[in-house]
């Protein structure tokens, strides 16, 4: 692992002017996308949780919540603001659950976590953890962004005379390969989201509005792309979006 990189992460986590999250609307549809997999009065295990708004869509309704998050600026952030929460400080590398509670959970999240990891094997070290903590039949949601969404929303700036977007400097992709590996022998992936709508829409059809300049995610244009890949009307593009949901259901 690369300690000077993990700590530049975990300092930029603590950061004042760091926020979780630009562009308002991925938030939302993250948000939205999670919601639909988990079922009422359920307990829910949110690794990673930030300062809480990425959850804030998908709690009202489970049975409960549990939050986990390495970064004391995000915590205070949000106990602050729902000072009810139960929240636990701490690294994913080293989760604190013992043998004796495991399989406790019908519904563990990752949002966005796993990316914030210094390198791909503290990536695969903590996605083999994850399974350990889903009760059978129970449900995995990795909402995370991965390196051939990326890739295909590139390769088409780029067809049309863009600059590609790169990743940020402290997010490391997940790639597919990878977490099948992981994960596919004990857990089954059911089903596969991402945002390609809205990616195409925002950052394809509003650069071709706007000229090769830089993207302001506060456009109106973007409320308009919002709206649509909410309603779900139309065709839904599949491919060009970094963010994806897996839902992978552990066998047993």
């Known amino acids: 692992m690369d300690s000077e990189r993990d700590n530049k992460i975990s300092a930029y986590w603590e950061d004042p002017q760091t926020s979780s999250m630009n562009d308002k609307y991925i938030a939302t549809l993250e948000t939205e996308m999670i919601r639909r997999h988990i079922h009422p009065g359920e307990r829910v295990l949110d690794l990673g949780c930030g300062d809480g708004t990425g959850s804030a869509g998908y709690r009202v309704g489970v049975g409960a919540y549990f939050a986990f998050e390495r970064s004391w600026k995000m915590l205070r952030e949000f106990k602050d603001r729902e000072p009810g929460i139960t929240l636990v400080r ?15 959970f019908p519904v563990v999240i990752t949002q966005r976590a796993l990316i914030n990891l210094p390198d791909e094997p503290a990536q695969e070290e903590v996605l083999a953890l994850l399974p350990d903590l889903v009760q059978p039949g129970g449900l995995l949601l990795l909402c995370e962004a991965f390196r051939e969404g990326s890739q295909n929303l590139n390769a088409l700036r780029q067809h049309l005379g863009y600059d590609p977007i790169p990743p940020r400097w402290h997010n490391v992709h997940l790639t597919h390969p990878l977490v099948e590996k992981v994960l596919a022998g004990r857990m089954e992936l059911t089903a596969e989201e991402d945002l390609s709508t809205y990616f195409f829409l ?6 071709a ?27 839904q593009f599949r491919g060009w979006s970094h963010i994806t949901l897996q839902v992978w259901k552990k066998k047993g």
């Open 202 to 207: 925002t950052r394809v059809v509003n650069q």
């Open 90 to 104: 701490g690294d994913l590398r080293a989760l604190p659950f013992s043998r004796e509670t495991r399989n406790l």
């Open 209 to 235: 509005l706007s000229g090769n300049v830089s993207l302001d995610w506060d456009r109106p244009f973007n409320k308009v792309a919002f709206d649509i890949s909410q309603s779900g009307l139309g065709p």
